[in-house]
């Protein structure tokens, strides 16, 4: 079954919201021993469901959704799988949490990931989720605990996710699930705790595209509480063209076979720029924006605290010291100096020129193609041995595909396609601006089905 | 000596810069305070369009150039006050650049987001954050000032326009906030953080004396102790301060299109200086008298209305500064803060301006009026305060005042002139101040 044939059956009464909520509950809950799917498992989701079996209405009524720990739920601990947030309880409902429940959906917890974003296995927290298909291997990151759980249920069920530089498409392909990263500013970041606010998209993932594209339809739109946000005609869902793009296909060889056997004959293009810039360019940018949007976690409103002592400067220090995880220090200290003055023309201020070119080159494609297709990763989900060894560098190599449209504010879709060592394959789709209904469309046709 | 200021000036708008809590209002610590302005996960700006048009009409009558599209930075550093660690500023491209003012070049004003307020007692901190989120507009000038004293005169000059511009909650002077750089032979000092008009003029005044005799050989910054009345050294400066500037990017680029500069420039009322001019020019006034009525938006106004109803310029200049403004100060109040009826003004003054009541009776009148408003004609006929120039009446209580102060009498017949003034008072008394003063002196000249 998937979400649309649900919500029908809940609609024409024929499916009890709560016997099904119930069930994904405690299912949850079981999994959640071995896999470390969920920060937080709802404990009011039954009550919800009991109101929304009363009047069985809306576009996603009775729906069970999962949402990341980065996106707050009013009054559910929210905290974006860092330690530092431990505790927290937002006082206000994301835009997308406040549409999904408008639409009947069920908020069943809250899923694991690295923390504030920061990592392709979402191994950089406290509670590190692991592969539906093999437990001593990585869900991919950070939306790890979203695509897990999304691959494991039984149930009918869709995932509330967020990527700044892939963090939706890489899970998606690593679990075997789809993956929807909308455009930039079609989906309100009202309530989503910023890793950075440039790049940030919160999407979707689901058992399969149809299910994403549903979510996708409520949750789009402008919100007069993001300023970024906007509203767009996505109407044109026609697909002429689609190309390969050349230089992702310098990957695992058994995956850019089953990529190109997938896509059949088709033109590659080249993408000069993105291919060599992408990745540095994203870095800096995302670094600078989030050692900012890190500052304000000092111990000092909200989230863990220390006793008081010492001045502001030693204690604010005291408390992300033991709160923070390596990989947000390594962050916080690369992103203030690249933002430092003597330092900041060289690389922020260049990379955010950059940028801007890099979105050039990609749109001069869209006016010739509709979709550039590529592997959604290197590789498949690795071991989690295997990523103990890797250094900082190798692993912000692994999101080498993905940096591209997330740096251009591009949406794409990542589907499932196949599998290599029995474990998934996935392939991206990527569109220009606002052209989310191409995508789901072209992904619809081209994703496995079991 | 050079001298250049920096000054913010909190906006009265109606709510705060990027959220929706009032800006205005209970002073219950933290009670108007939501996510956004106390720097939640998740919480966004949303920017105040009152706000950012005030600061673009301040940029106007500064004589800015104004930018046709502006954005936000972040300007991060670590203070307990900041509830993000961060302040959403102005950085590269600010509302307004190059403008002057009163001789003062201008180099830049930009919006920024007041941090929350810091209250200490003794051992603790406590942090109010009601303040935290409100508009702020800071105005930077070129360091052409040559002394503490022009600093003061361009000051007043800029609060009065931006009262005119209805922008400014003036709620106590300390609203207006200010840092200095001074330097007189040596390198520049800027001192921090001065409150209010005054304390930057004495700020400013102590600095130059130090730095007269001690040679300022290190770029300093500096801390006013109102107390004490002395600056004190915070740490000698040895590079810029560096804030980490990036684009906020959680809001956009913010277009002020020409339309919107035309709607804005139309709002913007005549200024006060302007209308100094005019007064002295078609009104005649002198220049002090047409600076103190001018300097009052509000006086100001009220003058154009009296002299619209067809009072006499002059008449209705020296009345309102010598009487209205008289009797307001000595409450130490402003126009502003009684409520006068203009029209009841316009009656009073044509009665005298129609030498229908004395001068002493007019004072009496107007004196109630700003106590509480009155019908002034009603008043007048029903008390019989018109000016009597039966020279019956006068006499007969002339000679009442003659018979009841005969020592009085006998000093102006031994040729003390001064004293006949004494017994016009006691007339004046007797009849409510109805008679005229010249009149009833030649009656009492007469009778003795």
Same mark, same amino acid.
């Given at each position: =079954?998937? &979400?649309?044939?649900?919500?029908?059956?809940?609609?024409?009464?024929?499916?009890? &919201?709560?016997?099904?909520?119930?069930?994904?509950?405690?299912?949850?809950?079981?999994?959640?021993?071995?896999?470390?799917?969920?920060?937080?498992?709802?404990?009011?989701?039954?009550?919800?469901?009991?109101?929304?079996?009363?009047?069985?209405?809306?576009?996603?009524?009775?729906?069970?959704?999962?949402?990341?720990?980065?996106?707050?739920?009013?009054? =559910?601990?929210?905290?974006?799988?860092?330690?530092? /947030?431990?505790?927290?309880?937002?006082?206000?409902?994301?835009?997308?949490?406040?549409?999904?429940?408008?639409?009947?959906?069920?908020?069943? *917890?809250?899923?694991?990931?690295?923390?504030?974003?920061?990592? +392709?296995?979402?191994?950089?927290?406290?509670?590190?989720?692991?592969?539906?298909?093999?437990?001593?291997?990585?869900?991919?990151?950070?939306?790890?605990?979203?695509?897990?759980?999304?691959?494991?249920?039984?149930?009918?069920?869709?995932?509330?996710?967020?990527?700044?530089?892939?963090?939706?498409?890489?899970?998606?392909? %690593?679990? *075997? &699930?789809?993956?929807?990263?909308?455009?930039? !500013?079609?989906?309100?970041?009202?309530?989503?705790?910023?890793?950075?606010?440039? /790049?940030?998209?919160?999407?979707?993932? !689901?058992?399969?595209?149809?299910?994403?594209? /549903?979510?996708?339809?409520?949750?789009?739109?402008?919100?007069?509480?993001?300023?970024?946000?906007?509203?767009?005609?996505?109407?044109? +869902?026609?697909?002429?063209?689609?190309?390969?793009?050349?230089?992702?296909?310098?990957?695992?060889?058994?995956?850019?076979?089953?990529?190109?056997?997938?896509?059949?004959?088709?033109?590659?293009?080249?993408?000069?720029?993105?291919?060599?810039?992408? /990745?540095?360019?994203?870095?800096?940018?995302?670094?600078?924006?989030?050692?900012?949007?890190?500052?304000?976690?000092?111990?000092?409103?909200?989230?863990?605290?220390?006793?008081?002592?010492?001045?502001?400067?030693?204690? %604010?220090?005291?408390?992300?010291?033991?709160?923070?995880?390596?990989? +947000?220090?390594?962050?916080?200290?690369?992103?203030?100096?690249?933002?430092?003055? *003597? %330092?900041?023309?060289?690389?922020?201020?260049?990379? =955010?020129?950059?940028?801007?070119?890099?979105?050039?080159?990609?749109?001069?494609? %869209?006016?010739?193609?509709?979709?550039?297709?590529?592997?959604?990763?290197?590789?498949?989900?690795?071991?989690?041995?295997?990523?103990?060894?890797?250094?900082?560098?190798?692993?912000?190599?692994?999101?080498?595909?993905?940096? !591209?449209?997330?740096?251009?504010?591009?949406?794409?879709?990542?589907?499932?396609?196949?599998?290599?060592?029995?474990?998934?394959?996935?392939?991206?789709?990527?569109?220009?601006?606002?052209?989310?209904?191409?995508?789901? &469309?072209? *992904?619809?046709?081209?994703?496995?089905?079991? | 000596? $050079?001298? @250049?200021?920096?000054?913010?000036?909190? #906006?009265?708008? $109606?709510?705060?810069?990027?959220?929706?809590?009032?800006?205005?209002?209970?002073?219950?610590?933290?009670?108007?305070?939501?996510?956004?302005?106390?720097?939640?996960?998740?919480?966004?700006?949303?920017?105040?369009?009152?706000?950012?048009? $005030?600061?673009?009409?301040?940029?106007?009558?500064?004589?800015?150039?104004?930018?046709?599209?502006?954005?936000?930075?972040?300007?991060?550093?670590?203070?307990?006050?900041?509830?993000?660690?961060?302040?959403?500023?102005?950085?590269?491209?600010?509302?307004?650049?190059?403008?002057?003012?009163?001789?003062?070049?201008?180099?830049?004003?930009?919006?920024?987001?007041?941090?929350?307020?810091?209250?200490?007692? @003794?051992?603790?901190?406590?942090?109010?954050?009601?303040?935290?989120?409100?508009?702020?507009?800071?105005?930077?000038?070129?360091?052409?000032?040559?002394?503490?004293?022009?600093?003061?005169?361009?000051?007043?000059?800029?609060?009065?326009?931006?009262?005119?511009?209805?922008?400014?909650?003036?709620?106590?002077?300390?609203?207006?906030?200010?840092?200095?750089?001074?330097?007189?032979?040596?390198?520049?000092?800027?001192?921090?953080?001065?409150?209010?008009?005054?304390?930057?003029?004495?700020?400013?005044?102590?600095?130059?004396?130090?730095?007269?005799?001690?040679?300022?050989?290190?770029?300093?910054?500096? @801390?006013?102790?109102?107390?004490?009345?002395?600056?004190?050294?915070?740490?000698?400066?040895?590079?810029?301060?560096?804030?980490?500037?990036?684009?906020?990017?959680?809001?956009?680029?913010?277009?002020?299109?020409?339309?919107?500069?035309?709607?804005?420039? $139309?709002?913007?009322?005549?200024?006060?200086?302007?209308?100094?001019?005019?007064?002295?020019?078609?009104?005649?006034?002198?220049?002090?008298?047409?600076?103190?009525?001018?300097?009052?938006?509000?006086?100001?106004?009220?003058?154009?209305?009296?002299?619209?109803?067809?009072?006499?310029?002059?008449?209705?200049?020296?009345?309102?500064?010598?009487?209205? #403004?008289?009797?307001?100060?000595?409450?130490?109040?402003?126009?502003?803060?009684?409520?006068?009826?203009?029209?009841?003004?316009?009656?009073? #003054?044509?009665?005298?301006?129609?030498?229908?009541?004395?001068?002493?009776?007019?004072?009496? #009148?107007?004196?109630?009026?700003?106590?509480?408003?009155?019908?002034?004609?009603?008043?007048?006929?029903?008390?019989?305060?018109?000016?009597?120039?039966?020279?019956?009446?006068?006499?007969?209580?002339?000679?009442?005042?003659?018979?009841?102060?005969?020592?009085?009498?006998?000093?102006?017949?031994?040729?003390?002139?001064?004293?006949?003034?004494?017994?016009?008072?006691?007339?004046?008394?007797?009849?409510?101040?109805?008679?005229?003063?010249?009149?009833?002196?030649?009656?009492?000249?007469?009778?003795?």
């Amino acid at each position: =079954m998937n &979400v649309e044939e649900y919500v029908t059956g809940v609609r024409k009464g024929e499916i009890s &919201v709560k016997e099904n909520i119930k069930k994904i509950l405690n299912e949850a809950k079981k999994i959640n021993k071995e896999y470390n799917y969920f920060n937080v498992i709802s404990d009011d989701a039954l009550t919800k469901a009991e109101e929304v079996e009363k009047n069985r209405k809306g576009k996603l009524a009775g729906l069970p959704i999962s949402v990341k720990d980065c996106v707050c739920v009013k009054g =559910m601990e929210s905290r974006a799988g860092s330690l530092i /947030l431990k505790g927290y309880k937002p006082v206000i409902n994301a835009t997308v949490i406040e549409r999904l429940e408008k639409e009947g959906a069920i908020i069943i *917890g809250k899923t694991s990931q690295d923390e504030f974003g920061f990592g +392709s296995f979402s191994t950089n927290t406290d509670n590190i989720p692991k592969n539906p298909l093999d437990k001593m291997r990585s869900c991919g990151g950070s939306s790890g605990g979203a695509a897990g759980f999304t691959r494991k249920t039984e149930n009918v069920h869709a995932a509330i996710a967020e990527s700044t530089g892939g963090s939706i498409a890489c899970p998606a392909s %690593f679990c *075997g &699930v789809a993956g929807l990263t909308p455009t930039y !500013g079609v989906v309100s970041r009202y309530g989503l705790i910023d890793y950075a606010n440039s /790049l940030d998209k919160i999407g979707i993932i !689901g058992k399969n595209v149809k299910d994403t594209k /549903l979510v996708f339809d409520v949750i789009k739109g402008k919100d007069e509480r993001d300023s970024t946000s906007v509203d767009a005609d996505f109407k044109d +869902s026609k697909v002429k063209k689609i190309a390969v793009i050349k230089e992702s296909l310098n990957v695992d060889k058994e995956i850019k076979e089953i990529v190109l056997s997938k896509v059949g004959k088709v033109e590659q293009v080249s993408l000069p720029l993105v291919s060599k810039y992408a /990745l540095s360019c994203y870095y800096l940018i995302s670094m600078s924006e989030a050692s900012t949007n890190l500052a304000k976690y000092c111990g000092l409103r909200y989230g863990e605290s220390l006793e008081l002592n010492g001045n502001f400067n030693e204690y %604010f220090s005291k408390v992300r010291s033991k709160f923070f995880t390596k990989e +947000s220090k390594r962050r916080i200290i690369l992103g203030t100096f690249a933002r430092m003055s *003597g %330092f900041r023309d060289a690389y922020y201020l260049r990379a =955010m020129k950059l940028r801007t070119l890099i979105i050039e080159e990609y749109k001069k494609l %869209f006016r010739e193609y509709d979709i550039l297709v590529s592997p959604t990763m290197p590789i498949v989900a690795p071991k989690f041995s295997d990523i103990k060894k890797l250094s900082p560098m190798e692993n912000y190599m692994m999101d080498i595909l993905t940096v !591209g449209p997330n740096l251009a504010g591009l949406p794409h879709l990542s589907v499932n396609i196949g599998t290599k060592d029995k474990m998934p394959v996935g392939l991206m789709l990527i569109g220009d601006h606002f052209a989310e209904e191409k995508l789901t &469309v072209k *992904g619809e046709e081209l994703e496995n089905r079991d | 000596m $050079k001298i @250049g200021i920096e000054v913010h000036v909190q #906006l009265n708008t $109606k709510s705060k810069l990027f959220c929706s809590c009032s800006n205005l209002g209970s002073d219950e610590p933290n009670s108007r305070t939501c996510a956004t302005c106390l720097g939640h996960p998740g919480s966004k700006p949303a920017l105040n369009k009152e706000a950012f048009e $005030k600061a673009i009409k301040v940029a106007i009558a500064l004589g800015c150039k104004i930018n046709n599209k502006t954005f936000f930075s972040r300007k991060s550093y670590f203070y307990p006050d900041l509830a993000k660690n961060f302040q959403i500023s102005q950085y590269e491209i600010p509302v307004g650049l190059d403008g002057k003012f009163e001789g003062i070049g201008i180099r830049r004003l930009h919006l920024e987001e007041d941090p929350a307020a810091l209250i200490h007692k @003794g051992n603790t901190c406590l942090i109010d954050y009601n303040r935290s989120g409100t508009p702020l507009i800071e105005i930077v000038t070129e360091p052409d000032f040559k002394s503490p004293n022009d600093v003061r005169l361009f000051l007043r000059k800029m609060i009065t326009m931006l009262t005119y511009l209805d922008v400014y909650y003036r709620k106590e002077e300390s609203t207006l906030k200010a840092d200095a750089n001074i330097s007189v032979h040596g390198e520049r000092v800027e001192i921090k953080n001065i409150n209010g008009l005054k304390e930057i003029e004495r700020a400013l005044e102590y600095e130059a004396k130090r730095q007269e005799t001690e040679l300022q050989e290190q770029q300093e910054t500096r @801390g006013w102790d109102s107390e004490k009345g002395k600056t004190y050294s915070m740490r000698v400066k040895e590079s810029e301060d560096d804030y980490g500037y990036i684009f906020e990017p959680d809001l956009p680029l913010f277009e002020i299109s020409k339309e919107l500069l035309e709607k804005l420039k $139309k709002e913007i009322p005549e200024l006060g200086a302007d209308k100094s001019k005019r007064y002295r020019k078609d009104y005649k006034l002198d220049e002090q008298t047409a600076e103190v009525i001018s300097n009052d938006i509000n006086l100001a106004e009220l003058y154009e209305y009296t002299i619209e109803k067809g009072i006499k310029a002059e008449l209705a200049a020296k009345w309102l500064r010598r009487d209205l #403004l008289g009797f307001l100060s000595y409450d130490d109040k402003e126009l502003k803060d009684v409520s006068l009826n203009q029209d009841s003004i316009v009656d009073l #003054l044509k009665l005298i301006q129609e030498n229908k009541i004395t001068d002493e009776v007019a004072r009496k #009148l107007l004196l109630d009026l700003i106590k509480e408003d009155f019908d002034v004609k009603k008043r007048v006929k029903k008390e019989k305060l018109e000016i009597i120039f039966d020279e019956g009446i006068l006499e007969k209580a002339c000679r009442e005042v003659i018979k009841e102060n005969s020592d009085a009498v006998e000093k102006v017949k031994k040729g003390d002139e001064k004293v006949l003034n004494f017994l016009m008072g006691h007339v004046m008394k007797k009849t409510k101040g109805v008679g005229r003063p010249d009149v009833i002196i030649r009656i009492l000249k007469r009778l003795i």
